[in-house]
């Protein structure tokens, strides 16, 4: 049975009183915390003095009033400087006698969370015997006594420093720990390479960063522990830092796809040589991802805004060109100009084309991410494409380690890999010739499609200007916004796209789109669904029955309200707006905390500051939303 508290410190209090040395500890106000009886008997000190909370100031002013430090001109100035002393403790040892003729050692030492321990020892016995041996051992020399005096109170000041230099060592060891711990919890790679760049320290953190690096680095060279590769991009600001430059930069290690922020600080004391590099390095895979889809979303608003202006005036002209050469083939023209008119009007139907494309790549797009089967999705797009290819063009596709669905694009996706494998197409020609599509993981950071064909490949000039708009090597068959297109849609997903030849000959494209599992599909619950429109209402309650849901109706907030109390109800789906005075926001405000869980739903714009506020305090889903949005949506609400 464990020991009480109060059980613990009476046993405490036995074991100091036993003691045979004097012993107080102060905390960091000053102010005594534990002391035992022998303390009190050597100095004489009334009881006000050794209970706890007694201030360390009132018991020196008590001893230095009785004279225990012998006279003093100014008792008050005694006392502030032992104060003063006490406040900057440091670990000491010296011996002194009393006013009494007794002598003691005294030997304090700090505590890791402030205050001091000290320990009072009478040695009046060992002076005494020091005292004797001189006068009884004349035939020592004086040299010789004085020597082992000398020698005796060393040794005693060498225990007591022991002592203190065991304590700091602990702390020492207790902060390496505490500090190592820290550095390993976080999400970075902290590392310390020497002059001959070799690494010296390290957090163990290099594998969370880079994949398939080794963790235990200390005493590897950089190019040992991240790759040849890798370490030549590095090197250069490595050799900066031990010139004295410290500097920060991005770089993508190839192998794992991943993007990489390292911060390289030259290890200097003051003014002193240079040690080594401090390297300080984050996976930054998402953040760039982030980025990348923002800053091709600020692209599309600005080609939108040069576009728009042009495309109205041009679909104008040409409306204008189509009804003139409507007219001039009414006329009974002869045949040479009825084919001129015939040729004027293909051209004018493929300008506008050629400006519907336009408007859809720089227009405004937003994601529609779905959880994605992809062994089923690149099996349907094979039975899509099939028939665009010729006999002498098989198509191969190869997915790998994908069972689990993710979370794509579905549409943009399936408009890229078609282009791709139509473009490869163009480029095997007659044939015969092979396109061969694959899609793996890489590193669970992003997952790849490769396309490949058996053609020509990429002239140096389509390697450098391929995703360019209206770059085409077709001629006029083109209209050079195909790879734009895809480029485009790859990008706003936070992806990238290379393209590159292969060695045996023909093209290669690889398209990477981040990689994020889908999260599992929500159990059977049953949906209170709130919506005034009917046949809203109606679409919505048939998503739900289709994903395996039972659905309770009601139009309004007071009829949802008295509704939400049925046993097993698990998700309150209600819209904003509803029919009478009380809004949806004002209906989950409500049930706010009483079981079922809330979820908004609007066709209000993101700027509007009612749905703002509902999307601040609620799950919400906008509008308008199909089945599998509404799927990955369900299991996100919080509960």
């Not at 089923?376 to 494409?385: M, P, R």
């Not at 790998?400 to 579905?410: E, F, G, K, Q």
Request: proline residues 7%; aromatic residues 4%.
């Amino acid at each position: 049975m464990p020991i009480s508290d109060d059980e613990r410190n009476s046993l405490t209090r036995t074991g100091l009183n036993l003691i045979q040395q004097a012993l107080s500890i102060f905390d960091r106000d000053l102010r005594l915390a534990v002391c035992n009886r022998r303390y009190q008997e050597m100095f004489s000190l009334p009881d006000r003095f050794v209970t706890p909370g007694a201030a360390f100031e009132e018991t020196i002013r008590y001893l230095v009033q009785r004279g225990e430090y012998g006279p003093v001109a100014d008792a008050e100035e005694a006392v502030k400087a032992r104060v003063e002393a006490a406040r900057a403790f440091v670990p000491h040892y010296l011996e002194r006698m009393r006013p009494s003729g007794r002598w003691v050692s005294v030997e304090g030492v700090p505590l890791p969370q402030g205050g001091w321990v000290t320990v009072y020892t009478d040695i009046t016995e060992v002076r005494i015997q020091q005292q004797m041996l001189r006068a009884r051992s004349a035939e020592l020399s004086e040299e010789l006594l004085s020597n082992a005096e000398r020698l005796s109170e060393t040794n005693r000041a060498l225990s007591a420093a022991n002592s203190a230099l065991e304590i700091v060592t602990a702390q020492l060891t207790e902060m390496e720990a505490r500090t190592r711990l820290t550095t390993e919890m976080m999400p970075a790679h902290i590392a310390h390479v020497g002059r001959d760049l070799r690494y010296t320290y390290t957090n163990r953190r290099l594998n969370s960063v880079i994949p398939d690096r080794p963790s235990d680095i200390i005493g590897l060279t950089g190019a040992e522990a991240l790759g040849p590769l890798t370490f030549a991009k590095i090197e250069p600001a490595l050799r900066r830092a031990l010139a004295g430059e410290p500097s920060v930069f991005e770089f993508t290690d190839e192998d794992s796809g991943r993007r990489i922020r390292a911060a390289f600080t030259p290890d200097r004391m003051g003014e002193g040589p240079i040690n080594g590099v401090y390297i300080l390095s984050m996976d930054i895979t998402e953040e760039t991802q982030a980025r990348n889809a923002l800053l091709q979303t600020r692209r599309r608003e600005l080609a939108a805004q040069l576009t728009s202006g042009l495309a109205h005036d041009f679909a104008n002209l040409l409306t204008i060109i189509l009804g003139l050469q409507s007219r001039l083939d009414r006329l009974g023209l002869p045949p040479g100009a009825r084919d001129l008119v015939t040729s004027t009007l293909a051209a004018t139907r493929r300008g506008g084309t050629l400006l519907d494309r336009i408007a859809s790549i720089s227009g405004h797009r937003t994601l529609r991410p779905v959880a994605v089967d992809l062994p089923a999705f690149l099996s349907d797009l094979g039975l899509l494409a099939g028939p665009a290819l010729p006999d002498g063009i098989r198509l191969e596709i190869d997915v790998r380690d994908l069972a689990r669905p993710v979370l794509l694009d579905a549409d943009a996706l399936q408009d890229s890999l078609l282009n791709l494998i139509l473009n490869a197409k163009d480029a095997i020609g007659r044939g015969p010739g092979c396109i061969a599509l694959s899609a793996h993981p890489v590193h669970d950071t992003w997952i790849e499609f490769t396309v490949t064909d058996t053609g020509t490949g990429f002239s140096p000039q389509a390697l450098e200007r391929a995703t360019d708009p209206f770059f085409t090597t077709k001629g006029g068959e083109g209209s050079g916004l195909g790879l734009s297109m895809v480029y485009d849609q790859t990008t706003l997903s936070g992806g990238t796209l290379r393209l590159s030849n292969r060695p045996e000959g023909g093209a290669r494209i690889d398209l990477r789109l981040p990689y994020r599992p889908a999260p599992a599909l929500a159990p059977p619950r049953m949906v209170l669904l709130v919506e005034d429109s009917d046949d809203i209402r109606e679409t919505v309650r048939e998503m739900l029955r289709a994903l395996g849901h039972s659905v309770i109706e009601a139009a309004s907030a007071d009829e949802a309200e008295a509704l939400a109390d049925l046993p097993g109800l698990d998700l309150v789906l209600t819209d904003i707006h509803l029919r009478g005075p009380r809004t949806g926001l004002d209906l989950a405000t409500a049930l706010q905390g009483k079981g079922p869980r809330l979820a908004l739903m609007t066709s209000l714009p993101p700027a509007d500051p009612t749905r703002a506020a509902a999307a601040a305090r609620f799950a919400l889903l906008p509008k308008p939303f199909d089945a599998a949005t509404l799927a990955q949506f369900l299991p996100t609400v919080p509960g």
